[in-house]
């Protein structure tokens, strides 16, 4: 009897949304105004026409694009559901762009509201658009490969985390760097690229000429440039997904090279593979060029009993040999070890020179004071410590040992062989 009463109780769906009745809003990208309004832009999926085999591969068909203004980003999300004629539902919201200005005034009240609203997954990428708005990028963005708006998305947080040209970022984690003490964080930089920009007629990507394109690479002061928006490239969707905001207490501070970001990832311990040049001392103007790959995680030691406080920090990453110069015999033991000593010492510079340039802010977005943490006795103890003061004097020591363990599937270098006519 009670079962049945309960039953009987309890059954009922008054508050049953069906899925026919809701817009998906696949990703979104938030601007400010002039008068501190707030621009939300969302991309809302059209069933009919992804299912559509016609229309499976064309972003205009397959989604539409909207955009409210709000004094606040509730009340954007809240005008935003008068333009359809669907509520709008971010159950299925994958990625966040927030833009430029916002993240100079600071992400916590924005972080905050997508915090309270359960409709927004912990999970959700959330980048920083540099130099162009952050609506532009939903109007300009060309998938290359990916059929779908939905997959598209995914794929471009996997580029993110397999590359290391630059890191990923959920909301959880931004969470939690700004609810923990002393720590910092970094957020993937997405930007329009100039040069692509200009190939885009319409809808369609038209490659410059060769003729075109090497004038203006050989027109730029750094020909290779991995600083976000200024790649030298032709072709492929408009988006740059290279380099890193630097976030201090949830505002930006200044941005990383694609390069920087590769250093940082293994600063961080999530750094997985990649394939570097490193110049040659016995070859001038010729690379060593290697595949690197993680091998332990970066050990930290925090020496408090000293003033300045010293900073110790150790690693090592797999190499597999890509390219050495020609003419050097660098396929037996002590070739090997004078180009991983190459390598290792190149490396720990960088690193040493991202961290006091860090040290310079200061921030640390490496997670240097987790050591302090696991020392310290309370919580309001580590709260209290003076840890940006301490951090910015800091005397660091940085040793990333690279290990080649393989020499690719080729011995010795090629050779030119020398022949002299009449021999």
Not at 61 to 84: C, D, F, I, M, Y
Not at 390 to 396: D, G, L, S
Request: glycine share 6%; with cysteine.
């Amino acid at each position: 009897m009670i079962l049945l009463i309960c039953a009987a109780v309890t059954g009922g769906c008054s508050d049953k949304s069906e899925l026919e009745q809701r817009a998906f809003v696949l990703d979104m990208a938030i601007d400010r105004g002039n008068q501190n309004e707030y621009i939300l832009t969302g991309r809302v999926g059209v069933p009919a026409a992804a299912s559509s085999k016609t229309h499976a591969g064309s972003p205009e068909e397959s989604s539409k694009v909207l955009t409210a203004v709000g004094r606040s980003v509730p009340e954007a999300l809240s005008l935003l559901n008068s333009q359809a004629e669907r509520r709008a539902s971010y159950v299925q919201c994958r990625s966040i762009l927030i833009s430029e200005a916002i993240a100079h005034d600071g992400l916590q009240t924005i972080i905050d509201t997508f915090n309270r609203y359960r409709e927004f997954r912990k999970t959700i990428a959330i980048s920083l658009i540099k130099g162009s708005p952050a609506r532009e990028m939903l109007l300009l963005d060309m998938p290359i490969l990916e059929m779908g708006i939905a997959r598209l998305v995914e794929s471009i947080a996997d580029v993110e985390r397999e590359s290391n040209f630059a890191p990923y970022a959920n909301l959880l984690q931004l969470s939690n760097a700004l609810a923990a003490s002393h720590r910092d964080s970094l957020i993937p930089v997405i930007s329009i690229n100039p040069q692509v920009l200009e190939e885009k007629k319409g809808t369609m990507l038209r490659p410059k000429p060769s003729v075109d394109f090497i004038e203006s690479v050989e027109s730029t002061p750094n020909i290779v440039n991995t600083q976000p928006g200024e790649m030298n490239r032709s072709g492929g969707t408009p988006a740059d997904l290279i380099g890193a905001g630097v976030l201090v207490q949830g505002k930006l501070a200044v941005y990383l090279s694609g390069e920087e970001s590769r250093i940082a990832s293994i600063l961080r311990n999530t750094y997985q593979t990649g394939i570097w040049k490193f110049p040659d001392s016995r070859a001038p103007g010729k690379y060593v060029s290697v595949v690197l790959m993680h091998s332990t995680p970066m050990q930290i030691k925090v020496d408090t009993s000293v003033q300045p406080i010293r900073i110790q920090m150790a690693s090592e990453v797999e190499g597999v040999l890509m390219e050495v110069p020609a003419y050097l015999n660098t396929i037996n033991e002590a070739g090997l070890q004078e180009m991983e000593a190459l390598i290792s010492q190149s490396l720990s510079q960088q690193a040493l020179q991202l961290i006091e340039r860090m040290q310079s802010i200061p921030a640390d977005p490496f997670d240097l004071v987790r050591p302090l943490q696991w020392r310290t006795w309370t919580l309001s103890a580590f709260e209290r410590l003076p840890w940006r003061e301490m951090f910015q004097t800091a005397e660091v020591n940085v040793t990333i040992h690279a290990h080649l363990r393989r020499i690719g599937t080729h011995g010795e270098p090629v050779a030119p062989t020398v022949t002299f006519w009449g021999e």
